[in-house]
């Protein structure tokens, strides 16, 4: 008889609003036999989908060759496995190592996407991250730190670009940010915003010129679970974009000039 394939889902828990998680992702874990979620960032609350009999196991104590080892034995055993990660898996997520060697081992794996909390951060701010006439590329990154980064991106050449820039995993360097930051061109006065903990009941957004923010954040305490985002996305301003203008035509709507 031909074996099973044996199908892991890596889901998307979402930023931490529990109905901000997918659907798909929802139904993955209402049929799942094993759950293995990163405690330290997802909300316990996406839990509650489960089924009682599921088993749920928090990765954050354990090695990649222990959380690989749990997954492929349960999906060995025929049991709907997902690996839960916080926001979306593909985004700092630390997936790739986990799928090779689950993949080594003869198991399959399969992504569902999730909210990030870069998305989330734009939401709670009310905020579009390019803007009509202006910035039209964002920067998704973080600094160097106990995991360096290449030295092409660091965040002064990074920087250069002038555009909008979302700093991941950085809160703790957040004086050594704004300084690559200015000293890669973008002006202290800058807009600039650090989300905590976004979609979380205890989110808090802290605004400020670029140049102090850092104070802001260490008055606050936030050295973790927070993005720093600055440019001119978060200024006031009246840029329209061209889709929607009357004397713009396209292949849906003509113009009326």
Known sequence: MERAERIILFAGAGPGDPELLTLKGKKALEEADLVLYAGSLVNREILAFCRPCCEKEDSSGL??????TLMAEAAGRGKNVVRLHTGD???FGAVAEQKRMLEELGCSVRFIPGVSSLQAAAAAMGIQYTVPGGNQTVICTRRSGRTPVPPREDLKLLAAAGTTMVIFLSADQASDVVADLTAGGISPDTPSACVYRASW???????APLSELPALMAKHGITRHALII???CLADH???SLLYSPSFGHGYRESLS
């Open 89 to 91: 898996p593909s985004l």
């Open 238 to 240: 009246a840029a329209r």
């Open 230 to 232: 600055a440019g001119q």
């Open 63 to 68: 090695s990649l060759e222990e959380q690989v």
């Open 201 to 207: 009941e205890d989110e808090m957004i802290l605004t």
